[in-house]
């Protein structure tokens, strides 16, 4: 019944969604907002095409650096001021401000940095995301229960098996959540990148159809990029509440 | 089986310990423990009871190895406690100390498995446990599956599989209503008699205490030191029916007289300091 | 202060030094980054002169009007979905995803239907704060105990009433923490906005700084940027201690 309404109450949102989508197209016109069933022809002309291939492509291959680099710094960083209680003391409030400033601002000191090309991208998405990983590992490792740790020497385990047998899968929850929102605020950065100063990958392409009064192609990369971050979003939500529904 | 009045052979021994917290900067170092004596006979149903904050929890950690006494000698089968855990020495904590990740059966296979058992024996040890603790209908349930009485009883049976020799039991039904805890209580006596182990209970409920041990200590406010210590002369067979004998009010009686005066006075600090 | 707090200092001083130390020395190119006691400098020297007096009253004009609108809109949303449970069930997926899109990627739609105004900017704004209000909101309102309900039918009191002096009182440490969540994300959008494509504001400021080779104008301005966003979370989080400590209740 429930599963029933909630299928049907999505059905719904959606038709809400792409009913406000026309009526806006009808009111402001095809040039400034396309409606669906353009955007949608639009889509299918567009995918195929090399162009997009190669921009897609260039954002792919941004993103997977960037994530690499935030996940692995993350999660280095996170462990450590999770374990060293002094450390994550003194570092927690920086990284907490680092993490809530409009990071866009320091785009023109990365590009200074690292330049035009394909390392400022990665640099300014890996930036965003390594503080969430960070701050989401080391508040997993604070919130370890005590009584784990005493438990695990009652039960004379080694050091590495208290990592791997206790550690490990107590953190593993917020560990992925940090994973998750890691994962969306890459892309963001990453986009960000390309669409201020790229000649490459999707976001270039948005606003360069903006500049040549493209609506339908900026339509159709914005909404692609939406479900792209949808799917996967939903993905990481799922593992995460399949492992918070056994703990 | 050595009776508990009979003045068998020591198992455990606590010389002269105590335990005092450094404080914080600035701050008062907390004196929590001692000095406390204690000998332990092989095979008999110890509980200590006292005001909330007496150092009770300490007693029991500085007893399994998980903390060192700033003073005083802890031996266990004549062998000095050091900072380990000795082998034999099973603990169930207050908290749920369940994993939440495994299952039922898995987290009562957890200590054997990490020891190399072979799996036949872990499985057979397992089956064993969790059949004794009426666990078996859930093996493959999830902790978060369960309601914190079968939750503890989950972290007994994990306990239970490495057939420990003594049994420290940290206030394991605080958070049990009344009545859970009376059927817990016939739970632990069984689980003592079929071990034959040495079992130490730390509580801070009179009735609880009065009912499952053979003798039990009473400690006074922190810095905790035994008062009193009251032999009950139960018959080892025995449960939670004997709440309605006439001597269960006296024990409580004679248990309530000593603790009234220090409950009162570890309610002016409650809560400071650790516990 | 307390011994982290001190440590904490020491860190944050000793950075700004080594970074004043390479650039001084020659490690980091001036046409990189230049020393920050030149930036100080510049700034001082910016906002004494006016010259960023229109930028900073236009961007935080932007951020005013779309925080404020996207906190009682946020607010009201917020009430009305919860007061259908129906509605709330549909929408909680979405509400779950909805900071997982790059929202921002929607900019240049806006641009593209509103013209280069402060309209696609206050929009943005408001698609980047209201739907952290709207969460905090129903949290806000989750928390609420039942006992609550229960003692307010006891003293007789009406629907409004109810809400008003019971509910709102008891959900209010959750809706502060989505007032500072509001006020952080308004900003961050607006200066993306203003950034990658505005006529004017500080953002822009910053980016047309950076086209020009103007470092010191640039550095300054990035400078003011963090400097204030760092003291305004400080203020808000501050804050959100007190209220949350008042209430016994974690902040997010």
Redesign the interface.
């Known amino acids: 019944m ?1 599963a029933t ?2 299928v049907t ?2 059905l ?2 959606v038709a809400i969604l792409l009913a406000v989508w026309q009526g ?1 197209n009808l009111m ?1 016109g095809d040039t ?2 396309p409606g669906p069933a353009a955007t949608l022809a639009y889509l299918a002309h567009l995918v195929p095409s090399a162009r997009f291939a190669e921009n897609a492509l260039a954002t792919l291959a941004a993103f997977t650096y960037a994530l690499v680099i935030a996940y692995g710094l993350g999660l280095a960083i996170g462990v450590w001021l999770g374990a060293h209680h ?1 450390s994550g ?2 570092g927690e ?2 990284l ?2 680092l993490y ?10 990365i ?3 690292f330049g035009l090309g394909i390392s400022g991208k990665v640099a300014f998405g890996a930036l965003h995301g390594i503080l969430p990983v960070a701050l989401l590992t080391m508040s997993a490792i604070r919130n370890i ?1 005590p ?2 740790l ?2 695990a ?5 080694s050091k590495w ?1 208290t990592i791997f ?2 550690f490990f ?2 953190t ?1 929850p917020e560990v992925v959540a940090g994973l ?1 929102i890691g ?2 605020v890459t ?2 950065g990453v ?2 990148a390309e ?2 100063a790229s000649k490459r990958g999707l ?1 270039f392409l ?2 360069n ?2 500049s040549l ?1 493209q ?1 339908e192609e ?2 159709t ?2 909404i692609m ?2 479900v792209f ?2 799917l ?3 993905l990481l ?1 799922w593992m995460e509440h399949r ?1 918070h ?3 | 089986m050595t009776g508990p009045d009979s003045g068998g052979e020591v198992h455990a021994r606590l010389l002269g310990v105590t335990r005092i917290f450094p404080g914080a900067t600035g701050q008062q170092p907390v004196h929590a423990l001692g000095p406390v004596d204690l000998e332990l006979r092989r095979g008999e149903f110890f509980a200590v009871v006292g005001p909330s904050g007496c150092g009770k929890s300490t007693l029991l950690e500085i007893l399994a190895g998980l903390q060192s006494p700033t003073s005083g000698t802890v031996t266990f089968e004549g062998q000095p406690v050091t900072a380990d855990v000795p082998d034999g020495i099973g603990v169930v904590f207050q908290e749920d100390a369940s994993f939440p990740w495994l299952t039922v059966w898995d987290n009562a296979a957890f200590g054997l498995r990490r020891a190399g058992a072979p799996e036949a024996e872990v499985s057979r040890s397992v089956n064993d446990a969790l059949a004794f603790m009426g666990l078996q209908d859930f093996a493959r349930a999830y902790p978060s599956q369960l309601s914190g009485g079968m939750r503890q009883r989950v972290c007994i049976a994990r306990t239970l599989v490495l057939q420990p020799r003594l049994i420290l039991l940290d206030e394991p039904f605080g958070a049990l209503d009344a009545q859970t805890r009376l059927l817990m209580g016939d739970e632990v006596l069984r689980l003592w008699r079929r071990t034959s182990a040495t079992v130490l209970l730390i509580t801070h409920a009179l009735d609880e205490a009065a009912m499952l041990s053979d003798r039990i200590g009473a400690m006074s406010a922190r810095p905790g030191r035994f008062m009193d210590i009251v032999e009950t002369r139960w018959p080892r067979e025995r449960d939670s029916t004997i709440v309605s004998e006439t001597s269960f009010g006296e024990i409580t009686g004679r248990l309530w007289e000593n603790l009234r005066g220090e409950s009162i006075k570890s309610l002016g600090h409650s809560g400071a300091g650790p516990a | 202060m307390s011994r982290v707090g001190v440590i904490r200092l020491i860190v944050v001083i000793a950075a700004i030094g080594l970074l004043e130390l390479a650039c001084r020395l020659g490690f980091i190119d001036y046409r990189t980054i230049i020393p920050p006691s030149e930036m100080t400098t510049v700034l001082v020297r910016l906002l004494a002169s006016g010259e960023l007096n229109s930028d900073i009253a236009r961007t935080f004009g932007v951020v005013v009007i779309a925080v404020a609108i996207s906190i009682v809109l946020g607010f009201a949303l917020g009430l009305l979905i919860h007061a259908v449970p129906r509605v709330r069930r549909a929408l909680d997926p979405l509400l779950a995803t909805y900071y997982a899109v790059p929202i921002f990627i929607f900019y240049p739609v806006m641009v593209a239907i509103f013209g280069l105004s402060i309209i696609p900017i206050v929009l943005i704004g408001i698609a980047a704060a209201a739907v952290a209000m709207i969460i905090a909101t129903l949290n806000g309102l989750d928390r609420v105990p039942r006992v609550l309900t229960k003692v307010a039918r006891v003293h007789r009191m009406g629907p409004l009433d109810t809400a008003l002096r019971l509910k709102l009182p008891a959900a209010a440490p959750h809706l502060f923490t989505g007032v500072k969540l509001a006020v952080s994300y308004g900003f961050i959008a607006v200066i993306a906005s203003e950034f990658i494509l505005a006529p004017a504001g500080l953002g822009r400021a910053i980016a047309d700084a950076y086209s020009d080779f103007n470092n010191r104008k640039m550095y300054a301005l990035i400078l003011l940027l963090l400097v204030f966003a760092t003291c305004m979370n400080m203020a808000l989080h501050a804050w959100d201690l007190r209220w949350s400590a008042r209430r016994g209740v974690r902040p997010q």
């Not at chain 1, 020497?153 to 385990?157: A, D, F, M, P």
């Open positions: 429930i309404q909630r109450d999505s719904i949102i806006l402001v400034a907002l002094l003391a003194v409030p920086l907490v401000a809530s400033i409009p990071k866009i601002t320091l785009y023109p000191v590009l200074l940095i229960p009584v784990y005493k438990v020497r009652t039960l004379h385990l098996q047998a206790v899968p107590a593993l998750r994962f969306t892309l963001l986009l960000l669409m201020f976001g948005i606003i159809a903006m009064a609506s900026m339509l990369v914005a990029l939406f971050a949808v996967a979003n939903s939500l492992l529904r056994r703990n």
